[in-house]
């Protein structure tokens, strides 16, 4: 059985994420309070429906005290050797909180904070955190469209959720901010830059002009062997380790060129070596 745990920040894109698991196939359940996590799964994993064979319930703040339960009902699960799958939606304070002014929704700790939402999302982040380190995968949604975060529920829970690892390749542009959920991170700002050829420029690191520029230089030959040898050594280890998610992020200028041609690239090279894996073009369309 597949048991998803989704929770995260208020207005991080919780319920966008159960919509997108939803439509890969997955029996959700909101606003589940966390001392009845175990009593729910063991009632999925004695049903006879084969919809209880891939579950995700959300989780989160709204529940007041009673989410301080929910180490404990994690602790019982572990006893029991329960698998179970911790996804985690976050995004930039000032983001969640642009977020809730515009949709005039009221955040679930603002009776703490007199009103305050920048109060109520520092806080909220802070009795977060603990759950946060814990997390199995953890998608930042500061900068990035419903779709594209449909896409990324979609990478690592269209299939078995139990594979050992899953690394998402992710291209994007430095001027529109380092992704927070990256792992480790690529700066390909010093390799030649199509954008400065005139037939290129509106074209994208997609396109075959561009990945034949972009990889016909010796420094950025240079820079694949030594990514790829780097990957490929690091990737025993992060699964010995237990780590479900290892997000590789290769940034340039604007994200449309540079590094979406080696994202890519990464991205093909681990499929052919039977790893799974998913891209992710954060910036390519801005």
Known sequence: M??????????????????ALEDIGFYCVDNLPPTLIPVFYDLCQHSSDEIARRVAIVTDIRGGAMFSSLFESLAKLREEHRDYKILFLDAMDEVLVRRYKETRR???????????VELSVKLERDILKPVREKADYIIDTSLISPAQLKERISGLFLKDSAAALTVNCMSFGFKYGSPAEADLVFDVRCLP??????????????DEQVREYVMKWKETKGFVERLLSLIDYMLPLYVNEGKSQLVVAVGCTGGKHRSVALAQLLYNHLMEAGQRASVHHRDIQK
């Open 193 to 206: 830059n199509p954008y400065y050829v005139e037939a290129l420029k509106y074209q994208t690191g997609l």
């Open 106 to 116: 009221r955040h679930p700790l603002m009776n703490d904070h007199q009103g305050s």
């Open 2 to 19: 597949e048991f998803i745990i989704v929770t995260g920040l208020s207005g991080a894109g919780k319920s966008r994420a159960v919509d």
